[in-house]
């Protein structure tokens, strides 16, 4: 050993000492933690989001397997490939679910009522499937016409952050409508890490549906959003206020984000606060601040914006 090894060695044993008090601290703190919910006792687990993000990344390769999964695969072993992907995702997906109607649950066993619902749940997310795809192909195409810089089709899919996001926010919001709202917010938070692009598994999308680049976009829980809107980079749909009620909590769930109607376009940068409705057909200048309602077949511009007297 040598003479500089010899002189680590104290260092090593007082770094030893601090790990075991931090551990202690934390379990301390966990401790309070979980009695201050209740669940000191049977804390259950949690959904995992590194399974979900597999999940998502084997749906995606189901339902694009030619793109998004193997690129050797053939005609006659796509389907078999399709076939063994679904199934391992959806068995995996049925596992989280159980994981999140126990926790919701309270209860400290998983009960034969929350594994029945997971299937049922896991069933017919599966078999909306082929309509997830077919708005998917729209979602593509609207991007693909969209934009000058796209070659083609295939690019659209495998490059663009936005269809990654929309690909995460189709699935999400299904699952979302099923009741598992944790998991669609994990998968939804997923495709935000990946993209800048965070969309609330609850916003309600159409079809043709395009995010041009995309970073910064921000749609929240009670969006709607018509056919054939396109948005660009750093637009925010979000709310005004976050009105509270006696005891100084926000109420949760009121109707607090905007209507975008159909066929409209918002430009970057744009922040559109409130339960507004943006009428068909309008389009949304740069860097507007807008929070009232505007007409059909509108021409927003900042320029406008700042001459007019915007109602509060």
């Known amino acids: 050993m040598t003479?500089?090894?010899?002189?680590?060695?104290?260092?090593?044993?007082?770094?030893?000492?601090?790990?075991?008090?931090?551990?202690?601290?934390l379990r301390n703190l966990r401790e309070t933690s979980l009695e201050h919910r209740q669940r000191?006792?049977?804390?259950?687990?949690?959904?995992?989001?590194?399974?979900l993000a597999d999940i998502i990344d084997k749906l995606s390769a189901a339902l694009f397997p030619n793109r998004l999964g193997q690129p050797d695969l053939t005609g006659e072993s796509i389907d078999y490939?399709?076939?063994?992907?679904?199934?391992?995702?959806l068995r995996d997906l049925s596992a989280e679910v159980i994981r999140e109607l126990h926790f919701a649950s309270g209860l400290e066993a998983i009960s034969h009522t929350v594994r029945?619902?997971?299937?049922?749940?896991?069933?017919?997310?599966?078999?909306?499937?082929?309509?997830?795809?077919?708005?998917?192909?729209?979602?593509?195409?609207?991007?693909?016409?969209?934009d000058p810089a796209a070659h083609n089709i295939d690019e659209v899919l495998v490059c663009y952050p936005g269809i990654t996001a929309i690909i995460h926010y189709r699935l999400a919001h299904e699952l979302h409508k099923l009741g598992v709202p944790l998991i669609a917010r994990m998968i939804s938070e997923i495709a935000h890490s990946l993209t800048g692009i965070e969309i609330h598994p609850g916003a309600r999308i159409g079809d043709s549906f395009f995010i041009d680049h995309g970073t910064?976009?921000?749609?929240?829980?009670?969006?709607?959003?018509?056919?054939k809107v396109r948005l660009y980079q750093a637009v925010t749909l979000g709310a005004k206020r976050f009105p509270v009620d006696e005891q100084g909590a926000l109420i949760k769930g009121n109707?607090?984000?905007?209507?975008?109607?159909?066929?409209?376009?918002?430009?970057?940068?744009?922040?559109?606060?409130?339960?507004?409705?943006?009428?068909?057909?309008?389009?949304?200048?740069?860097?507007?601040?807008?929070?009232?309602?505007?007409?059909?077949?509108?021409?927003?511009?900042?320029?406008?914006?700042?001459?007019?007297?915007?109602?509060?």
């Open 116 to 146: 029945e619902r997971a299937v049922e749940i896991t069933h017919v997310f599966a078999g909306q499937l082929p309509a997830i795809r077919h708005i998917l192909d729209s979602d593509i195409r609207a991007a693909y016409e969209g």
């Open 216 to 227: 910064g976009v921000v749609i929240g829980e009670t969006a709607i959003i018509g056919r």
């Open 81 to 89: 490939f399709v076939g063994y992907t679904l199934d391992t995702a």
């Open 3 to 25: 003479a500089s090894e010899k002189t680590a060695l104290p260092e090593l044993s007082y770094l030893r000492t601090t790990i075991s008090n931090v551990v202690i601290e």
């Open 255 to 312: 109707q607090r984000h905007p209507v975008v109607e159909d066929d409209v376009v918002i430009y970057a940068g744009a922040t559109i606060l409130g339960r507004i409705t943006i009428g068909h057909g309008s389009t949304i200048g740069g860097n507007v601040w807008l929070t009232h309602d505007i007409p059909p077949g509108s021409h927003i511009t900042q320029a406008q914006m700042r001459h007019e007297k915007v109602p509060g």
């Open 40 to 51: 000191l006792n049977n804390p259950p687990k949690l959904p995992s989001r590194k399974t």
